[in-house]
Structure formats: C-alpha cells, structure tokens
C-alpha cells in the first residue's frame, strides 16, 4: 500500500481489528481494506502470526488499526466525526454505525459495537454555532443539547427562529 498520508489514525483493538476495518468499509464509499500483515515475530501482544495490523481507507482517508490484545478501551477522549450533507446521509450512517449492537449517546455521538465513539454531525453545524449572533448560536446548542441523534431540520429552525 502506498499512501501520502503524514498523519492518519491507528486504532487498537483487542482482536477484532480487520472485522471492525471491515465493517467500517461496508458503509462508507470510497472505502476499503487495503492491507492485512500478521506480525511474524512474538510480540507483547501474542505469538508469531497473532498481532494484525489492518491498513483501511474510509472516505478516502488513511486509516490503521491492530488487533493485539486487550490494552485500553475506547473512550469519549477519541471519536470519529462524520460530516453528513443532509439528514438522509446523517440517519444512513447512524443507523449502519449502530448496527449489531452500537448504542446512542446524546448530542448525536453514538458507540459502534467494537466501543469506538462517532460523531455523525451536519455539515452547516460549525457555522450555526458559530454565528455572530450570540442568541442564534445559544438557540442551536440548546436545541443539539436534547437530542440524541440530531434532527438538521429542527437545528435550523432553532436557528432561524
């Protein structure tokens, strides 16, 4: 695999890395496993050919994960933020990420079924909280701050109003 990116993700997995590499691929386009390597040598994290590392693109970005045993869950400090054009996109990607046992969060964050966080977010939704205007972009955070997944309709009308 050949890649120009200088930064670019790595994910740790206890063992399921080219599963969730995999899944991952399955939703979004211009997405897929590129590489597969079994480490040949023993490692910290099992024997020869146990530890895999997963060269994945998503989205046409660079992505790498391992699965070597269990290390440090996932947490809220890391998440993946999916910028969607319209709420079509938005619930399309939501409901893949949450398919075989991910579960919502608040303020349109989910965890996928390997515990990685995402975020599937509007495109417009920087800009609305960001306004000028204090009162618009208070409007908009409060209307984000009870939903669950968010609804871009009623963002805007919160916005508008």
Sequence with gaps: MKSNAKVFPHLWYAKEAEEAARFYA????????????????????????SVRVVDFTLLGQRFQAISAGPHHAFNDAVSMVVVCDDQAELDRYWDALLEGGGRPQACGWLIDRFGLRWQIVPAALDEMMRDRDPARAKRVTDALLKMVKLDIAALEQAYRS
């Design 26 to 49: 399955s939703i979004f386009p211009s997405s897929r496993v590129d590489h597969v390597t079994e480490l040949r040598s023993e490692s910290p994290g099992g024997p020869p050919g």
